[in-house]
């Protein structure tokens, strides 16, 4: 997993040195069937919190490079479009990881509702890994004869829809830490809660 986000990023700074614009060669695939394989949907609560220790895990071992990929800068168009939606889909993963960690240990959520939470990320984890797939053919010069200017309208249009995603995720973030809020302000230890996930002028609620 790491030397296929180290292979992204050596693709993507070897652009930086061309001056005419040329389609950049990557493929997308290897990062989001790495997703696909570490997200099994469960009812149990054992294995939601196996499933969530190997996301923890890839989106630990890929964290630095994340990081790296954001730092690479003068890309021509196309290459920074998809660098920027390999980017979403390891942001997506961090609103998961980092937000669910702290539901782990909210007294304020049953085993089987963190199992219901948990498998509604892998939902979406699941549908922004195949959103990624779609560039695949498309970033590959070898797949399918396309114009630039055809090639750019796809990685827009996946762009665009992984970033409504991203937000779908915030979205579905906020509304599970609500839940927690309202039954803390019911017990009086609402600021427990705003302790655990931060104060955000009522960002989550």
Do not use: C
């Amino acid at each position: 997993m790491r030397t296929n986000i180290l292979l992204i990023i050596i693709v993507l700074v070897s652009f930086t040195a061309q001056i005419k614009a040329q389609f950049a060669v990557i493929d997308p695939s290897n990062l989001a069937q790495n997703i696909q394989q570490v997200i099994q949907t469960s009812s149990t609560a054992s294995n939601m919190l196996n499933n969530f220790k190997e996301v923890q895990k890839l989106y630990n071992h890929t964290k630095e490079y994340y990081d790296k990929l954001k730092a690479v800068n003068n890309l021509v168009q196309d290459a920074r479009k998809v660098r920027d939606a390999v980017l979403l889909v390891g942001e997506i993963g961090d609103i998961y990881v980092n937000n669910f960690q702290k539901m782990l240990s909210d007294p304020n959520f049953r085993d089987e509702e963190l199992a219901t939470i948990s498998n509604g990320y892998a939902m979406l984890l699941n549908e922004s890994a195949n959103m990624l797939l779609e560039i695949k053919d498309v970033v590959n010069v070898n797949g399918l004869s396309m114009t630039d200017y055809e090639r750019m309208d796809i990685i827009n249009y996946v762009y665009d829809r992984l970033l409504k995603h991203r937000n779908l995720v915030n979205y579905y973030t906020r509304k599970n830490i609500s839940i927690s809020y309202i039954r803390a302000q019911k017990t009086g230890d609402a600021d427990r809660v705003i302790a655990l996930y931060g104060n955000s002028n009522d960002r989550y609620w």
